[in-house]
């Protein structure tokens, strides 16, 4: 299957492979447009509008108490036409007056419409212009806004910005003009758009409007709004080229201001298969297959929800889907219902969005699904238990994101309504297939994975994600199922550290990571990264909340890995299957394809094991950068292979390989804490607190722990003043002591 048929895409432009560029410093404009038809009746501005809707969204972000607006009443009618026609603006600004002196082709002041198509749209006087429109202002602006009429024949319109201080040009095209109007009309005769932009960080001196592909086309030109920086009263935030990536695949993102709408994103890049709504009247060729996925059901690769309409809103918070292609995909708006985006070129692309800083904690509930994608893509497969409550394959992901506009880390994420597993999932569209620039039918979707991520250092340091960043969490939930599961983001873990790459980042610690990379028969390249089993000293040989559960894929071709790990007795697949320290296990690990191939399995990190290839039979010892090629035929999970762990490559390093004493968890804690304890020799235990000045404030008899199985103990904390403590541990062969930190 080509990917053009794969998901209903646009056939059968080649795809142009993207060359690395040096990314333009400061800010990418960001873009409002709305236009309407031939408006009845004619030559009205339609006070509910697509136009009108951008107008007011563009006005939105803009101190509407000094900006200015020139609607042409004070100056003065002139006809006939003058060739070259010059004129003056005055502005008043935020910060002193802004003088504008325009000239327009064939240019003159008109009152009322002219009689063809062009019109005021506010009382009374409007300019009528031919071919290009030219604006030099004398101080420099960072928002531009204007209404347009009677544009036919036209497929889009340009706006070329010339920077304050020089630098090269800025060039804006606003596509999929309607070219429609009322029977006996010419096409696109009355209609109304309106045309603007915002930049908070980059100022500009000339703004050029222009119409490529035509020549000596009439068009009106009205209510003309600038402002200059000091004026823009919104957030601009902006992920560029070098941090997305600009390979072609699926994104899980996040708006990180509020305000962000289906139309601002798909004035950036190509949205398909929305209608209109919301307030919004424009669409996005509503008949095609949608490519903008706004909530996850918690079932099978296809159990997402579509964008319901182009004025849909994300909530910061709220992860979403998003398929970027990388190409230049411009479809006629009279395919699939009509639409006014388009795709780029994904070198330098950058995405950007305007909306209100959030500078308080982020709540969001979520209805708790009643699918899973623990279900392996099966309707309808949760059971619930005999009295209503749910069970383990109840456990829902839940698709999240950073809402805050710069780096966040995971720490911060907290959930009521459920238990909030430690590890999330993120996804790396990453493209290394090597595509033919000339194949006319090339498979987008590229080789892309979930990445593991964790809150509290599971998998080396605590990961922070980037600004627009979505990632899937999970949620082992205690309600019944449809009940509401709240996520909080902690406004004081925004600024999380460093940089972090798009998807998320990651340290090294005691874990071993299997990657699958293959080629189908069909051609597609295939990838999976999220597959691990790690060592930590809390983790228990079950469920607990350091293990993930494995998710599908939205991709149609796809082959998986998943390590297999105990959850109530039964065989359970997860992306991270967690082991307590000092045991020797064999992990079975599943393999799935939805079509026979050649595939390799790649091993990093420092947890000494032998992979052991059940069909064939052979071992391959687990060290930084082993491999292990094999062929398979398409198949449901089946549990190929197996991960061997000896005690030795997990032990503790402060006793005998057999004995193990961890650490408290949760550390800090306010409400109590356990810790993994597993002894060469059965015997009683106990466990101790002592205080900051060395005096035992609390003791508990454990009990008879047996010999080579690990038990998790409790510590006792109830009363503690907060501090600093030391947790001590006494039996047979072991007395160790670990650190407490007790917080209300």
Known sequence: MTACNAAGRWCPWSLLLAVLLSVPAGAVPVKFFGQDPQPTPALTLPASGASVTA????????????????????????DPATPGATFSLSFAGGSGTITGAGSANNGR???????????????????????????????????????????????????????????????????????????????????VNFVGFIDAETLYTTVEVSFPGTNGEGFGFDDLTVGDASQVTSEQVTVTQANIGD??????????????????????????????????????????????????????????????????????????????????????????????????????FSLTSLGDDLTANVVRAFTDNANSASDSGQPDANPSGPNGEVLPADDDFYML??????????SGVTATGGTLQDLFVAWDPLD???????????????????????????????????????????????????????FTYAVASSGGTGDPPFYG?????????????????????????????????????????FDFSKPLPPTPTYALVAPVGERDGEAYRQAVVSLPAGIEASVPVAFAATEAGAYTLTWAGDLGATLVDRVTGNRVALTE???????????????????????????????????????????????????QVRLAEAGAVTVSVY??????????????????????????????????????VDGPTVSAVRSLTVVR
Request: hydrophobic share 35%; glycine share 12%; charged share 15%.
């Open 55 to 78: 107008r007011n969204a563009f006005l939105s972000n803009l101190d509407l108490s000094t900006v200015g607006t020139e609607d042409f009443t004070a100056v003065t009618v002139t």
């Open 109 to 191: 002041i008109l009152s009322g419409d002219d009689g063809f198509g062009a019109f005021a749209t506010s009382p009374s006087n409007f300019l009528k212009a031919t071919g290009d429109l030219s604006i030099t202002f004398s101080q420099p602006i960072s928002a531009f806004g204007f209404y347009l009429t009677d544009v036919e024949t036209v497929d889009a319109v340009r706006l070329t910005l010339t920077p304050d201080g020089g630098g090269p040009d800025v060039v804006l095209e606003y596509g999929g003009i309607i070219n429609s109007g009322s029977t006996g009309q010419v096409p696109g005769n009355g209609q």
């Open 247 to 348: 390979g072609p695949g699926w994104r899980l993102l996040g708006a990180p201001v509020s305000g962000v709408t289906v139309d601002a994103l798909a004035l950036q890049n190509l949205v398909q298969g929305v209608p209109a709504g919301n307030g919004q009247t424009q669409q996005q060729y509503p008949d095609a297959p949608s490519n903008l996925y706004t909530a996850y059901n918690g079932g099978g690769r296809y159990d997402y929800t579509t964008a319901s309409t182009t004025g849909f809103e994300f909530e910061p918070g709220r992860g979403y889907w998003w398929y970027w292609y990388d190409q230049n995909i411009d479809p006629p708006n009279t395919i699939a219902g009509g639409g006014t985006s388009e795709s780029v070129e994904l070198s330098g």
């Open 401 to 410: 994101a950073n809402p805050f506009p710069e780096a966040f880390r995971l």
């Open 432 to 486: 290394e297939t090597g595509q033919d620039p000339t194949d006319p039918n090339p498979p987008l979707d590229g080789p892309g994975s979930y990445i593991v991520l964790s809150a509290t250092g599971a998998l080396g340091a605590p990961d922070s994600v980037s600004t627009w960043q979505g990632f899937m969490a999970e949620v082992t939930s205690p309600t019944t199922v449809g009940g509401t599961v709240e």
């Open 505 to 545: 980042r990651r340290a090294p610690e005691l874990y071993g990571h299997l990657e699958l990379q293959g080629t189908t028969a069909s051609g597609a390249r295939v990838r999976d990264a999220a597959a691990y089993v790690r060592v930590r000293d809390e983790a228990a040989l079950g469920w607990d909340r």
């Open 625 to 675: 950068g082993a491999t292990h090629a094999f062929e398979a035929e398409a198949t449901p999970w089946t549990e190929r292979f197996a991960i061997e762990i000896a005690a030795s490559a997990v032990a503790a390093e402060d006793g005998p390989e057999a004995v193990v004493v961890g650490t408290p968890f949760p550390n800090p804690t306010a409400s109590g804490a356990t810790l």
């Open 691 to 728: 205080d900051a000045l060395g005096r035992r404030v609390r003791s508990l008899e454990a009990g008879v722990v047996a010999a080579d199985t690990p038990a998790a103990l409790a510590v006792p904390t109830a009363g503690l003043a907060p501090g600093a403590y030391t947790v001590r």
